[in-house]
Structure formats: C-alpha cells, structure tokens
C-alpha cells in the first residue's frame, strides 16, 4: 500500500509523465496493436500508450500497484486492462510491444527478466526499455531542477535519483538478444534511457 502510494505520487510529477510520453511516442500509433507493459507499476505507461491507440495489458507482481493502475485508469477514463503477474510467466509471442520501465534496475535475475521481456515480443515487434542511466544521480538532478521549469511535484526527481543511485543496467546486456536494430534515446538531461529494440521478423 505505501509502495504504491508513493509511486502514484512521483509519477504524478510533471517531469514524469513528459518524459515517458516521449518514451512512449517513440513508437507509432498503436491502430489496435498489443502493448503489454510489464512491471507497470500504477500504471503511467500503460495509459499513456493506450492514449495512442494500443490494446494495452499492465502487468505487475505487487497487487497494491494493480489496484493503484486500475483507480487511476477508470480516474482518467482509460481502457488499459491491469492483471498481477511476474515478469517471469508471460506467455509468449503475446504483444506487437512490450515495455519495462524502472524494472531491470530493481531485478538481481536481469539477463533472465529480459529473456523473458524477449520472448513476449512477436516477431517483428519491439521491445522498449526505459531505465535510469549511470547519469541518475542526486547532483545531476538537482543541476536539472536548478535550470528546468518548475512544474508539479518537480522535486519528486530528487527522491528518484536517490532510489536508483547506482542502478544503472550495462549497456551490455542488451549485446544478448538478436535484435534487428537498437535505439537508444537520452531523455532527461541523460538521466534516463530509453531503448527501442526490433525483433526479427519470421
């Protein structure tokens, strides 16, 4: 309850939300496509794909988090549909695109959560990663909030960069997968990720 408490809140931050719609409109319009969005969390990421036309399934292993992700879904009149699961039981070969954001960073299993992120993904569709970079960082935030607008709850990146100190995912580990192609985009003053990695096609 107090996880999911606190995590509504910071993703009610302006910042918050800008940057993981500019995450999420890396991809397309979604034209009915699956999104399935693991570790989703209260679910920010699912409704903001879902606002771009994808049938968006939010998954979590914490049901405080579900239950958060559905009260703000029916709060802002999305369609997103919300179920508890473990990054480790997806079905395979189930979304045109598969999302983690903030979850490799928390995994100690990180090799096998992004096998198991991988094998959800059709063929021919892409999985997007978005995660804190090595520039995440109490000194880097507060550089960022000295000089950025000041817009709701800004200072929520403060207690961001101290949650993921340090957390940063290898750029390495996604060397593994046998992806057509690997887009990497600086969001936040560098301070965080996003990746975009293209399945091959059948």
């Given at each position: 309850m107090i996880a999911s408490a606190l995590f509504s809140w910071i993703e009610g931050a302006d910042?918050?939300?800008?940057?993981?719609?500019?995450?999420?409109?890396l991809l397309p319009a979604g034209e009915g496509a699956r999104w399935l969005d693991v570790g989703?969390?209260?679910?920010l990421v699912s409704r903001l794909a879902a606002e771009r036309g994808y049938r968006v399934?939010?998954?979590d292993a914490d049901g405080g988090m579900i239950r958060a992700a559905r009260r703000l879904a029916a709060r802002s009149g999305s369609n997103a549909a919300f179920a508890t699961g473990s990054v480790f039981d997806l079905p395979p070969a189930s979304?045109?695109?598969?999302?983690?954001a903030s979850l490799l960073a928390v995994l100690d299993g990180r090799q096998a959560a992004l096998a198991a992120l991988w094998s959800?993904?059709?063929?021919?569709?892409?999985?997007?990663?978005?995660?804190p970079s090595a520039r995440m960082n109490l000194a880097n935030a507060r550089r960022?909030?000295?000089?950025?607008?000041?817009?709701?709850?800004s200072y929520a990146l403060?207690?961001?960069?101290?949650?993921?100190?340090?957390?940063a995912v290898a750029a390495g580990l996604f060397d593994t997968l046998p992806?057509?192609?690997?887009?990497?985009?600086?969001?936040?003053?560098g301070m965080l990720d996003a990746r975009l990695l293209r399945k091959l096609a059948a």
């Open positions: 910042f918050y939300r800008e940057v993981h719609a500019a995450a999420v409109a989703c969390g209260p679910g399934r939010g998954v979304a045109e695109v598969v999302s983690a959800a993904l059709v063929p021919g569709g892409t999985l997007l990663i978005i995660e960022y909030l000295r000089r950025a607008p000041r817009g709701r709850r403060l207690l961001w960069a101290w949650a993921r100190r340090g957390r992806a057509a192609g690997c887009e990497r985009v600086a969001l936040l003053d």
